[in-house]
T-cell receptor
């Protein structure tokens, strides 16, 4: 069975401080991992996916198969980063996404 | 990015009535659409996956006779909550993606259903 765990429901950091949102997964095959973000009063949108290996809005995430993790990191948090962040997994050959419970990030000015 | 429009954004209905929620892809052909349900402070739970022109595939524990899904065209899927009860009150979110193995899924803005 697949599982996505985001251990922190809430995370607060000061502006300019580094931020790391944790995501661990459980899946027997080779999954695709994603981070989605939901800003206040907006819809869910894709932030980044591990196969792209790119940095979006200063965020990066590396898939660590040994630790089964896909933590989201940014070296210097900005106020506009305050949002709800969801880690998601897509199984091999699957069509749908399986979501973690989300982490609400608050960046304190 | 592509736009997925969900309507209505909020609906209040009486127990026993049915409610229809629409999900439209505005600028792409959505061969696959997904319906999620989200309880307060919890994750999005996939209810069903629908492919255009075929029957929806429901996740375990989701009553297909209660949550009717129709995906009659490449731009429209509907979710009908039949004989709604207060426990059906929730936030329902649709997602749509075009054909292809790595196409991005775009999300609607969600529908807040309250059954009184």
């Amino acid at each position: 069975a697949q599982r996505v765990t985001q251990p922190e429901k809430l995370l607060s950091v000061f502006k300019g401080a580094p931020v790391e949102l944790k995501c661990n997964y459980s899946y027997s095959g080779s999954p695709e991992l994603f981070w989605y973000v939901q800003y206040s009063r907006q819809r869910l949108q894709l932030l980044l996916r591990h196969i792209s290996r790119e940095s979006i809005k200063g965020f990066t995430a590396d898939l660590n198969k040994g630790e089964t993790s896909f933590h989201l990191k940014k070296p210097f948090a900005q106020e506009e980063d305050s949002a709800m962040y969801y880690c998601a997994l897509k199984g091999t050959g699957a069509n749908n996404l399986f979501f973690g419970t989300g982490t609400r990030l608050t960046v304190i000015p | 990015g592509a736009v997925v429009s969900q309507h209505p954004s909020r609906v209040i209905c009486k127990s026993g009535t049915s409610v229809k929620i629409e999900c439209r892809s505005l600028d792409f052909q959505a061969t696959t659409m997904f319906w999620y349900r989200q309880f307060p402070k919890q994750s999005l739970m996939l209810m069903a996956t629908s492919n255009e022109g075929s029957k929806a595939t429901y996740e375990q524990g989701v009553e297909k006779d209660k949550f009717l899904i129709n995906h009659a065209s490449l731009t429209l899927s509907t979710l009908t909550v039949t004989s709604a009860h207060p426990e059906d009150s929730s936030f329902y979110i649709c997602s749509a993606r075009a054909a292809g193995p790595n196409t991005e899924a775009f999300f609607g803005q969600g529908t807040r259903l309250t059954v009184v």
